[in-house]
């Protein structure tokens, strides 16, 4: 790789927005890359995993906190198997809950 001069920063900077456009138009128009047609099967996540998989899933960043205080006013949907103190959250319900604009209440089992 060459080195860029100061004089040359706007041509590349050009170059590379226009390479990310080709870049973000291949993956806009290619389904398979399309993370929503992935079918949804039902697993069952502990709290960890869910901050996870808000993450790669959905581009959520939420701290642990942030999940305890959403259950706690209801705001996400989860599962407390009764007897237990165990958090689930099902990636099913919570796919719902992100594509209904994070409007479901918990579920008890």
Not at 19 to 31: E, M, T, Y
Not at 50 to 56: F, K
Not at 59 to 88: M, S, V
């Amino acid at each position: 790789m060459s080195k860029i001069t100061f004089d040359q920063i706007p041509d590349v900077l050009a170059e590379l927005r226009e390479n990310q456009k080709c870049i973000l138009n291949f993956i806009i128009n290619n389904p398979s890359l399309k993370k929503e047609d992935e079918p949804s099967k039902e697993i069952l996540l502990t709290l960890g995993q869910v901050i996870d998989y808000l993450r790669e899933r959905h581009g959520l960043n939420l701290a642990r906190q942030t999940i305890y205080c959403l259950k706690n006013d209801r705001k996400i949907p989860f599962i407390k198997p009764e007897g237990t103190k165990r958090l689930l959250f099902s990636s099913k319900q919570i796919d719902e809950w992100i594509q209904n604009g994070r409007q479901i209440k918990h579920l008890k089992e």
